[in-house]
């Protein structure tokens, strides 16, 4: 800590990366989890507006903080089941 700032602790006004322009390059079916607490909380708003900009793309708020793996396994194993389960029957 130097100067009563934490080092390697992100700006919460930091430019979000990837850049949002990326999301306009992908064509697949896309989905974003947003958890209610950690980085991104504070941009459901930009998160929004990504899932909004393409099509096949879907949200899914969960109460959890940033680390859904660790926090929330289950949930979001079953998450990424439900998205597999979803373009594998569309392309059968």
């Known amino acids: 800590m130097s100067?009563?700032?934490?080092?390697?602790?992100?700006?919460?006004?930091?430019?979000?990366?990837?850049?949002?322009?990326?999301?306009?390059?992908?064509?697949?079916p896309m989905t974003l989890v947003l958890p209610t607490d950690g980085f991104y909380a504070r941009r459901a708003a930009e998160v929004r507006a990504v899932v909004r900009a393409g099509h096949g793309r879907r949200l899914i708020d969960i109460d959890a903080g940033h680390n859904l793996p660790m926090t929330r396994p289950a949930e979001l194993a079953a998450i990424i089941v439900d998205l597999v389960h979803q373009v594998t029957t569309a392309t059968e």
């Open 3 to 28: 100067g009563g700032v934490l080092s390697g602790v992100p700006d919460p006004e930091a430019a979000v990366y990837p850049s949002v322009d990326v999301y306009e390059r992908i064509e697949c």
